[in-house]
Every structure is written in C-alpha cells, then in structure tokens.
C-alpha cells in the first residue's frame, strides 16, 4: 500500500507570498491528486496529474515520477486561499484504486 | 467537467437511526465509486470501494454490515450507516472514478461531502 508525506503539516505566510507544499510517496503511481479542503469540509480536486506540470490559474503542481515526489505552488497568495491542501495518491500505483490521502497541509494567508 | 452530487450535505441524526448519503456521476458513468471518511484532524481514509453491480469491497476495519453500500446503476451509489451511533459521526465523503478507456488513466472526481452528527 503506498505511503504519503505531505510537508509543511502547517504554513502561515503573508499574503502576496510564493507557497510550496511537497508531497512524497512510496509506490509508484498512474497519477496523483490535489485537493483543496475548506473549513467546512467539502472538498474542491485542484489537480490529476502523472507527469510534468499543470497550471490552473495562481497554481502550479509539478511532479517527478522518478522521485516519487509531487510539489504544489501557489504564486501571489490571498486570503481566499486558506485551506488545508491535501495531495493524494492510488491504493497501489494503478488507476482504479482507492487513493490514499496525505495528513494535508493547513494552510493560512495573512491580509 | 464532470460532476459528483453528494447528497445531503449534513445531517444530524438520533442514535439508533439509519442515515443514507447518495452520491450521483451527473454527466459521466461511474463503473467504480469510493467512500471515504474522515475524523476530526485526520486524514481521508477509503471505507470501501463500490463496483456496479456487485458487492461492494471493504477496506480493513470497516463493518460491512453497518455500512451498507449499494452501486445499483452507473451513476448512483448510496452509503447507509446503519443504527448511527454517536461515534460514526464523523465526514464522509465519495469519489466517482470515469473511465477513459483499458489504457486511460481513471481519472476520480470528488462529492462535496456529508458531515454526519449522531446524538
């Protein structure tokens, strides 16, 4: 079953700033996903990715497959984006698995 | 982009009662569903994997009986926590996985999520 870190657990920075989140896993994996949660719970995917880079808007997921590792950036941060971002990945590597979820990361932008 | 409806979106509940969440692929069919919960400060933890039209499978730790999953079509899954006990209350959420095609790569699409409180 694989494994996922997820670093910083808890980031607070000021708004305009550039933020990383980092993701790392065991097995090696179809694709893995971004997710936004928000205070009451609902969940927004941000990402699906298995190689390279996507940009969506203020964000950036890149991942490097050989290294099992998968960053998310947010560039000029707000406010708004506050909430806990949690990346997740197959059960076992492959495409119709259950995911395994990271612990997420908390993260809050000061006006 | 796809959807998924999940539905209702909170519910407070009696102990000893029965709870249903349904959750519907709106424009896309979802041969394979997921549930997931989550505790307080946890993670996301898969309850259960619902394929059309067989038995769902459970993860380990997850009282088949007391979760009662049902996938009777393409687009609709429903999850049943049966005689609710204050200890289930907890946010359960489901994913619908559309597939691409034997060589695609699933790609899953997430509910909003029902946050369930038993009295």
């Known amino acids: 079953k694989n494994e996922v870190e997820q670093s910083p657990q808890n980031l607070t920075a000021q708004e305009g700033e550039f933020i990383t989140i980092n993701c790392s896993y065991s097995?090696?994996?179809?694709?893995l996903h971004w997710l936004q949660q928000h205070p009451g719970g609902g969940i927004v995917s941000l990402f699906m990715?298995?190689?390279g880079k996507k940009k969506h808007g203020r964000l950036i997921a890149t991942i490097n497959i050989q290294e099992k590792h998968s960053s998310l950036h947010i560039t000029a941060s707000h406010p708004r984006d506050s909430a806990v971002y949690i990346c997740?990945?197959?059960?076992?590597?492959?495409?119709?698995?259950?995911?395994?979820f990271g612990k997420g990361t908390h993260l809050i932008i000061q006006p | 982009g796809a959807v998924v409806s999940q539905h209702p979106s909170r519910v407070i509940c009696k102990s000893g009662t029965s709870v249903k969440i349904e959750c519907r692929s709106l424009?896309?069919?979802?041969?394979?569903m997921f549930w997931y919960r989550q505790f307080p400060k946890q993670s996301l933890m898969l309850m259960a994997t619902?394929?059309?039209?067989?038995?769902?499978?459970?993860e380990q730790g997850v009282e088949k009986d007391k979760f009662l999953i049902n996938h009777a079509s393409l687009t609709l899954s429903t999850l049943t926590v049966t005689s609710a006990h204050p200890e289930d209350s907890s946010f359960y959420i489901c994913?619908?996985?559309?597939?691409?095609?034997?060589?695609?790569?699933?790609?899953?699409?997430f509910g909003a999520g029902t946050r369930l409180s038993v009295l």
């Open positions: 994913s619908a996985s559309e597939e691409l095609g034997r060589l695609a790569k699933n790609i899953q699409y």
């Open positions: 097995v090696g994996i179809s694709a």
């Open positions: 424009d896309f069919q979802a041969t394979t």
């Open positions: 997740a990945v197959p059960n076992s590597g492959g495409g119709a698995d259950g995911l395994t």
């Open positions: 619902s394929n059309e039209g067989s038995k769902a499978t459970y």
């Open positions: 990715l298995s190689s």
